[in-house]
């Protein structure tokens, strides 16, 4: 398939999207669902229109994955107002913490004793398949700036921290391929650089860089009232490559920079924001027609001058305007590469990966958070929910894309795709399926107002 065709495949695909929304929102499946169906159309298993094998397409999806996690972790970061010390986060911490490494060790001896992979492949795959996703879990995330529900909140957190905290175990996975044995020496190396340091040292960076330009933005915007052209999409790209740049140069990890560059620029609006009960952002929703996490941008209105010179107004225009922007980018992105999931599924597929997916979803995720989770966070019904709610996606294509460019044998490397990219698939389609109906479920019994269509 060459460029040509696939840009017309595409073309088609956003096009039906665009024209049939009034429509796909009403049922009960998620879009990424859609997309993947359409894949698996164009692919192998349809009517052969593209094949690809993903050894061949590795290096150009390694950079391809890795933007669009960036662009999701920034924007989940960004989404996260509360404090870092208010009870919403604490189910933050154990999913992204305790419940990552339970995870990666159930889905490794699951690998090792019942389907035959060697420790290494076995513990490499764990990793891969570890991190949920932020890209395509949006619909669990928070909602609104004021939401602090723990089921959201968490899911949101783990989304963004876990992309980053699984990328230590992804780089031990492939020392022990190569190594082949547990050397102290290189255990501690490893421990020592890829954990004690590159993880506190990337979130500490981002969150202060976040926080910083946030306040000097904040402040330009406010002194010299600027309105309808305020170029916070650039604002957001730049803050997204300075701290992935800054991170990776002093040794940390990048993807946990970019997140907390995005918590350090909430951080920033809610400073200037903390004499007024109601959020900058809905500050001026009276003068402009703007959702807090999607819809018309804020500069597409212009506000008065003595409206934008109030620091809060500022900030309220400049998060708008970056969720927005950030959402679009998202969609887009989301579009194209689970679309490539469908047509890679038809092609990578190991009937192996259906009880690994199944003891993921339905036996180690749910019992690594009802074991690990202590009650005083979540209660029975939140448990359970949280424990579904395990969505893996982009997170891990871009963890596969990087082993296989990072040393695999392409003996090795099929071992580990037809094992990952089937499970991914089957995330999209078991969560796909059931994240609404279980969703309404959860707020109606909560006594919360769903935010999807009926």
């Known amino acids: 398939m060459n460029f040509l065709e696939w840009m017309a495949v595409l073309g088609i695909l956003l096009l039906i999207l665009a024209l049939a929304s009034a429509y796909l929102r009403w049922l009960p499946v998620t879009t990424s669902l859609i997309y993947l169906g359409f894949g698996l159309l164009i692919g192998k298993l349809g009517i052969g229109l593209w094949e690809m094998d993903f050894l061949l397409i590795a290096g150009w999806m390694e950079h391809l994955t890795e933007v669009v996690v960036l662009v999701s972790l920034f924007v989940s970061g960004l989404k996260l107002r509360m404090p870092l010390g ?6 933050t911490y154990v999913l992204a913490g305790p419940v990552m490494l339970a995870c990666i060790a159930g889905v490794a001896l699951f690998c090792h004793y019942l389907l035959g992979l060697n420790w290494g492949l076995a513990v490499l795959t764990g990793a891969i398949l570890a991190p949920t996703d932020p890209v395509l879990a949006s619909l669990v995330q928070v909602n609104n700036s004021r939401d602090s529900d723990h089921v959201r909140y968490g899911l949101s957190g783990e989304a963004g921290f876990n992309d980053g905290t699984a990328f230590p175990f992804v780089v031990f996975g492939l020392l022990l391929i190569e190594q082949d044995n547990l050397a102290l020496g290189w255990v501690g190396d490893w421990a ?7 993880v506190p040292a990337g979130l ?3 969150y202060l860089l976040g926080k910083l330009i946030g306040k000097l933005a904040i402040f330009l915007r406010s002194r010299h009232a600027d309105t309808s052209m305020s170029p916070n999409d650039s604002l957001a790209l730049a803050l997204i490559a300075l ?6 140069l002093i040794g940390a990890w990048g993807f946990l920079a970019v997140f907390a560059a995005g918590l350090g620029l909430r951080r920033a609006e809610v400073s200037v924001a903390r004499r007024s009960e109601t959020p900058s952002e809905e500050l001026i929703a009276h003068a402009v027609p703007h959702v807090v996490e999607g819809g018309m941008t ?13 620091p809060k107004v500022a900030a309220g225009v400049m998060m708008g305007d ?13 579009v194209l590469l689970v679309t490539m999931l469908g047509v890679l599924v038809s092609v990578h597929w190991d009937w192996r990966a259906v009880p690994l997916a199944l003891a993921l979803f339905v036996l180690i995720r749910p019992l690594s958070v009802w074991l690990l989770m202590p009650r005083r966070y979540l209660d ?5 929910t949280v424990g579904w709610f395990g969505i893996r996606g982009i997170g891990s294509l871009y963890y596969l894309s990087y082993a296989v460019t990072h040393g695999l044998l392409p003996e090795e490397a099929e071992q580990v795709i037809r094992l990952v990219i089937p499970v991914v698939a089957l995330s999209i389609l078991f969560h796909g399926l059931s994240t609404q109906p279980l969703l309404r479920y959860y707020e109606r019994s909560r006594g919360q107002t769903s935010t999807s269509p009926p």
């Open 322 to 334: 970056i969720l927005t922007f950030g959402g679009q980018l998202e969609r887009s992105l989301e």
């Open 298 to 310: 804020p500069r597409e209105l212009p506000l008065e001058s003595d409206r934008i010179a109030e």
């Open 243 to 248: 701290a992935y740049v800054g991170a990776e």
């Open 204 to 206: 500490l960076f981002g």
């Open 380 to 384: 029975r019904a939140q448990l359970m």
């Open 192 to 198: 020592l650089h890829r954990l004690i340091w590159a």
């Open 86 to 91: 208010h009870p919403a986060w604490r189910s």
